[in-house]
């Protein structure tokens, strides 16, 4: 019995120390397998990784043409628009330019009128009390209706009153005139001339808002023009018929 058992255990050890090994063998194998050929974390014809295609790039390009078309299109509607405010603010400027000219033309030949004045003598007239309050009273009316009229503004207005920038009561109702015209022209040019500043700023406005609404157009219509496909050229068919115009050469006349 005892023999029995141990020749059993010599015969079937062997065979399973040689199967152990062959499984073994297999797994180092296969361990060696994977560590020389890893797999990648995404398959290769994983569609987030693919490369796209042409169409698809056609296709994008396509879209940031038509986005960036549209955006100049809205660029230039809104310069065009500006375009006009800033012609009607200089249209007017230049109607206040004529206003104040015509102001300004208007008070200078009212002191020219009393241009010939300094050279006359002063009236003579008593120096009394009452005389230099009439004078006064003169004055203080003449200045409160060229004001009422805008020719006289409230500092000039309290100037007078306040007998300050040479106004003085006492002068003749002449020299009061010629003074008072005087004044009335002057500030007359100091609006023409600011006006004229106006003018030109709006001008020079205008003008710059013209300009990038003209660019923005152009550029408009171009960015319109690149969504169009554009068709190729036909062919034209060459036949042995076509045959191509003989082109005569100049040449020197003879000497008979």
Do not use: K, N
Not at 27 to 45: F, I, K, Q, S, W
Not at 118 to 125: A, N
Not at 209 to 215: P, W, Y
């Amino acid at each position: 019995m005892q023999t029995a058992v141990l020749y059993q255990f010599v015969t079937e050890v062997p065979q399973a120390a040689a199967i152990w090994s062959t499984l073994f063998l297999l797994a180092l194998g296969v361990l060696a397998l994977l560590v020389a050929r890893p797999e990648r974390d995404t398959p290769p014809d994983d569609p987030r990784t693919a490369a796209p295609t042409a169409r698809e790039v056609a296709a994008a390009e396509a879209a940031d043409l038509r986005r960036y078309a549209e955006e100049v299109a809205v660029a230039a509607t809104g310069a065009a628009r500006t375009a006009q405010r800033r012609r009607a603010d200089w249209l007017t400027a230049q109607a206040e330019l004529e206003r104040a000219w015509d102001a300004y033309d208007e008070a200078d030949a009212a002191a020219r009128r009393f241009a010939g004045a300094e050279t006359l003598p002063t009236p003579q007239t008593p120096h009394t009390p009452a005389e230099y309050a009439a004078r006064e009273r003169y004055l203080h009316r003449a200045a409160m209706t060229a004001y009422w009229r805008g020719d006289l503004s409230m500092a000039q207005l309290g100037d007078v009153f306040a007998q300050r920038r040479g106004w003085d009561p006492r002068r003749h109702p002449v020299e009061q005139e010629v003074l008072l015209s005087r004044t009335i022209r002057d500030a007359r040019l100091a609006d023409y001339q600011a006006a004229a500043s106006r003018e030109r700023a709006a001008w020079r406005d205008a003008e710059l808002a013209a300009d990038s609404a003209r660019a923005l157009a152009t550029e408009s219509c171009a960015a319109a023009a690149r969504l169009r496909p554009h068709p190729l050229p036909a062919r034209r068919a060459v036949t042995g018929a076509f045959r191509p115009a003989v082109v005569a050469r100049w040449r020197p006349a003879r000497a008979s």
